[in-house]
C-alpha cells in the first residue's frame, strides 16, 4: 500500500475516533462530596434562634435584622426588606461550611489570606456574627479571600479564621458575604411597558394641569390634548412619559412619612388592564424623591405591597418623564452653526504688498 493511502487511512481514523467521543454522553460520576469536618456542627438547628446579622468591616459595620420569621430588614435603609434569598443563601452557606486545610497560624502572615484584624485600617477581611434576640452570638467567623479555582465541578472556597484564634483555614463552600446594603436590597420597583400607558395627567406646582392621552389608533403615542394649543413638541420627550415606569429603579429609600425636600407636584397615569398609577413626587436640592402607588385589581395590590410606606429616591432624569413641564416637551431647535474661524494651523492670508511701477524706458 502506497505511503499516502496509509496516511489517509490513519486521518479517517482518528476523526472516526473523535467523533464517536464527542457523541457519547458524560457519564462520568461526580466528584465525591467533602468528608472534611464541618465549620460548625448542629448550626442548623441554632439558625432558629438567629435575630440578627453582622458582618463588620474596618469602614463600617453592615446590620441584617429579623422582623419576621421569613422577613429581613436593613436598618440603614429604614428597615426596607431585604432579598430573602440572600439570607437564605448565606446561612445555608454556613451549615454547610467545611474546613479542609488548615494553613498559617502566624499572626503576621494572616494579611496575605485577607484575615487580619477586621478593624485594622485598610484591612480586606470581614467579621461575620450570626446573634441571637439577646445579642449573643451564634456563630462568629472572620472571612477573608475567596480562592479561585478554574476546573469544573469543584466547589468554591475561602480563607476563614475564629476570631479568638489565628489558625487560618481553607474552607469549601460558598459565602455570599457583601458590606454593602444595595447589594441586599431589591431596587427593582416596576417595569411596565410604555404601550400599556394611556394618558397622564400632571398636576405640577405653580403650573396649569398637563393632560396627555394616546388616540384610538392601534399604533398611537401619547400627544398632549390639554392645554388645546401647544407648540411644537418633541417625540422622543413625550415617549419618556410614556416609558416612565419602564425599568424603574431606586437609588436609595426611607420610609414615606420622612420623605424629604419640597413638594413638587403629582401625576395619575391610567394604564390597560384597569390599572391606574400615582406618583407624588419632592425635590431636595437636586436630589429627587418620589411616593408610588397603585388601583385596580391583583396587580395593584402586588404594587402597593412593595411600595406602601416608603419614599424611593429617584434618578433626577425621571422629573421630565412624571411630572414634565409643557416646556419640557418642547420640541428645541437647532442652534445654528457656529462662523468658520481660521485655526491656528492655517494662519489668514496675508495681505499682498502693491506692486512697484514698471521702470521707465531708456531714452534713445
Known sequence: MKRRAII?????????????????????????????ALAFPGLAARLAEAATIEVKRHDGT????????????????????????RVRELLVGLTELRLTEPRTANPEMLDRLGLDDPEKPGATSSLLRVLD???RPVMALV?????????????????????????????????PLDADPNL???RDLANIPRDRVRSA???????????LRRGPELEAKLAVVQPAATPELDEISLDEVARAFEFLTFLDVRTAAEIPGERLGSARFELTDNLILRVILHKEGETLWGMLAAEGDEEAARLNARWQGWAYQLGQWKEKAFLPRLSDLRRQEAAP????????????????????????????
Open 133 to 135: 434576640a439577646e445579642g
Open 62 to 85: 453592615l446590620l441584617v435584622r429579623r422582623a419576621a420569621p421569613d422577613t429581613w430588614v436593613l436598618p440603614a435603609k429604614a428597615g426596607y426588606p431585604v432579598r430573602p434569598e
Open 143 to 175: 472571612v477573608g479571600r475567596r480562592r479561585v479555582r478554574v476546573q469544573g465541578n469543584v466547589p468554591e472556597s475561602v480563607y476563614v479564621r475564629r476570631p479568638d484564634e489565628t489558625q487560618a483555614w481553607l474552607a469549601e463552600g460558598r459565602l
Open 201 to 211: 395627567t400632571v398636576d405640577r406646582v405653580g403650573e396649569p394641569p398637563l393632560v
Open 337 to 364: 452653526p457656529a462662523p468658520e474661524t481660521p485655526g491656528p494651523e492655517t494662519p489668514a492670508p496675508e495681505a499682498s504688498a502693491p506692486e512697484a511701477p514698471a521702470p521707465a524706458p531708456a531714452p534713445q
Open 8 to 36: 489517509g487511512l490513519g486521518v479517517a481514523a482518528a476523526a472516526a475516533v473523535g467523533g464517536a467521543i464527542l457523541l457519547t454522553p458524560d457519564r462520568a460520576a461526580p466528584p465525591p462530596p467533602s468528608a472534611s
Open 184 to 186: 441586599w436590597i431589591d
